[in-house]
């Protein structure tokens, strides 16, 4: 089974965050990921005879380490593991439940302001981790032997700035992010 993914990639400071999140407060300015959502849960209030359950995660791969962006303690590394029957997945992983779009903007500012961001001479609050925002869905429709159960899942990729140690002036720590984001 594919995935649908929407991958963000390119040079730091060329807008890949603001794509994907844009202005959340405002719905002329929204990104892809408040835009979907708003389309998820227009769907879902006009199937009146189903039952949705809505989730979501938010990690960041920063130093080549895995972090929940959503857990209790963000500076704990989680493991990712392979299951011949759930595929690949990430042990101890949080899934916040979701009721519509507001929630969902409270989820994406507490994962965004758990994210890394330092400053380069390139940009002054560059991501210095990836982050993939996953919204996993479940359908209930039909009732006793009819019942029948559908799932499904859509991730959202905004991949930090690829970008050159000699044009970022960076140093240091920064420096030793640039060349995990770039591996």
Not at 48 to 60: A, H, M, Y
Not at 160 to 181: H, L, M, P, Y
Request: aromatic share 6%.
């Amino acid at each position: 089974d594919s995935i649908p993914t929407i991958v963000l990639s390119g040079k730091t400071g060329c807008g890949k965050t603001f794509t994907m999140m844009g202005v959340v407060s405002d719905p002329t300015l929204r990104g892809v990921i408040p835009n979907a959502f708003e389309h998820i849960f227009g769907y879902i209030q006009s199937e009146s005879d189903k039952t949705f359950l809505v989730r979501c995660s938010f990690v960041e791969i920063y130093n080549e380490e895995v972090r929940d962006l959503l857990g209790k303690n963000k500076n704990v590394a989680l493991e990712v593991r392979e299951d011949p029957k759930k595929g690949t997945f990430v042990k101890d992983l949080s899934y916040t439940p979701l009721k519509n779009t507001d929630e969902i903007v409270r989820c994406l500012d507490k994962g965004n302001a758990n994210r890394h961001v330092g400053a380069t001479s390139m940009n002054d609050k560059s991501s210095r981790s990836h982050s993939l925002f996953t919204v996993y869905i479940e359908i209930q429709e039909g009732e006793g032997k009819n019942q029948k159960i559908r799932t499904g899942k859509l991730n959202l990729v905004d991949l930090a700035g690829s970008e050159r140690v000699g044009k970022t002036n960076a140093t240091g720590q920064t420096f030793d992010e640039g060349k995990k984001i770039n591996l």
